[in-house]
């Protein structure tokens, strides 16, 4: 589903996300770099820069669909649509998830970003499990 209307925000200091009926949008700070999840039934990225300038698709093909998005300093971190895991990647080096070995394969309901680490909350997004409020931390090179 194409993108109706963008607005781009002055400089900020740390990351944040915006909802929008049809996209999470997520910032990277010193970047002026924004990325989305399209709602459109694929939930592929979708990224554009400060001058409305926006990815190609196929740059993020090696991402699987994301149920959740954020973004930190120079990366980014989603929650897997088909099995909840974490997934990290940073922004102009695609190719590698970034998540530990220790946490790959573990399924998480939420996932929140700092500047250089990532901490998720155990549980499946979309269902309810019986493993699941526990924190898992971890941090980025």
Same mark, same amino acid.
């Given at each position: 589903?194409?993108?109706?209307?963008?607005?781009?925000?002055?400089?900020?200091?740390?990351?944040?996300?915006?909802?929008? $009926?049809?996209?999470?949008?997520?910032?990277?700070?010193?970047?002026?770099?924004?990325?989305? +999840?399209?709602?459109?039934?694929?939930?592929?990225? +979708?990224?554009?820069?400060?001058?409305?300038?926006?990815?190609?698709?196929? +740059?993020?093909?090696?991402?699987? $669909?994301?149920?959740?998005?954020?973004? =930190?300093?120079?990366?980014?971190?989603? +929650?897997?649509?088909?099995?909840?895991?974490?997934?990290?990647?940073?922004?102009?080096?695609?190719?590698?998830?970034?998540?530990?070995?220790?946490?790959?394969?573990? $399924?998480?309901?939420?996932?929140?970003? =700092?500047?250089?680490?990532?901490?998720?909350?155990?549980?499946?997004?979309?269902?309810? $499990?019986?493993?699941? =409020?526990?924190?898992?931390?971890?941090?980025?090179?």
């Amino acid at each position: 589903m194409p993108l109706q209307k963008c607005y781009f925000l002055p400089p900020i200091s740390s990351f944040f996300i915006v909802v929008f $009926s049809l996209l999470f949008v997520t910032a990277f700070e010193e970047n002026e770099f924004f990325c989305a +999840i399209d709602a459109g039934g694929d939930q592929q990225i +979708i990224c554009w820069d400060k001058t409305n300038k926006i990815s190609s698709v196929s +740059i993020f093909d090696f991402v699987p $669909s994301m149920a959740s998005l954020s973004g =930190g300093k120079g990366f980014l971190c989603g +929650i897997t649509a088909n099995n909840s895991q974490a997934f990290c990647w940073e922004l102009f080096d695609f190719g590698i998830n970034l998540v530990p070995k220790t946490f790959k394969y573990n $399924s998480y309901s939420q996932i929140a970003i =700092g500047k250089s680490h990532v901490c998720a909350i155990k549980g499946s997004y979309f269902l309810s $499990s019986n493993d699941f =409020g526990n924190v898992d931390c971890w941090e980025l090179d």
